[in-house]
């Protein structure tokens, strides 16, 4: 299973991190990636990284502002959202498979997934 947290409430412009780890396993190999969605909305694809490879993908409206990254010798996942706008108040979702997704964006091909941590922007 994975564990995310950092989550809460930002201030639009600002900055927040969230991380994610696996609960009873060292990743490896992995493909991992952060999904979020809104109230009413769909599912949205944020980024992915290929674990090792250092491989990142990135969702059109994050791009340029989010950058996901993971520390293996800790075992955590992270996104760092830099200039947070309203639009991204979301429930924020890690997944991960021990292979590459393909396409990167495919919900449906991460075998395993947290519960979600909310993230507001106001």
């Known amino acids: 299973q994975l564990v995310e947290s950092g989550g809460g409430s930002a201030q639009a412009g600002g900055s927040a991190t969230l991380s994610c780890a696996p609960s009873d396993y060292r990743y490896s190999g992995h493909c991992m990636a952060w999904f979020r969605q809104a109230p009413g909305q769909e599912r949205e694809a944020v980024a992915s990284?290929?674990?090792?490879?250092?491989?990142?993908f990135y969702g059109p409206s994050v791009k340029g502002r989010f950058t996901i990254s993971e520390d293996n010798a800790q075992n955590i996942l992270y996104p760092q959202m830099n200039d947070l706008k309203p639009e991204d108040t979301a429930k924020y979702y890690c997944?991960?498979?021990?292979?590459?997704?393909?396409?990167?964006?495919?919900?449906?091909?991460?075998?395993?997934r947290g519960q979600g941590t909310q993230v507001t922007v106001s």
């Open positions: 997944v991960a498979d021990a292979k590459a997704v393909v396409p990167w964006d495919w919900f449906g091909g991460y075998s395993s």
């Open positions: 990284i290929l674990i090792g490879g250092g491989t990142t």
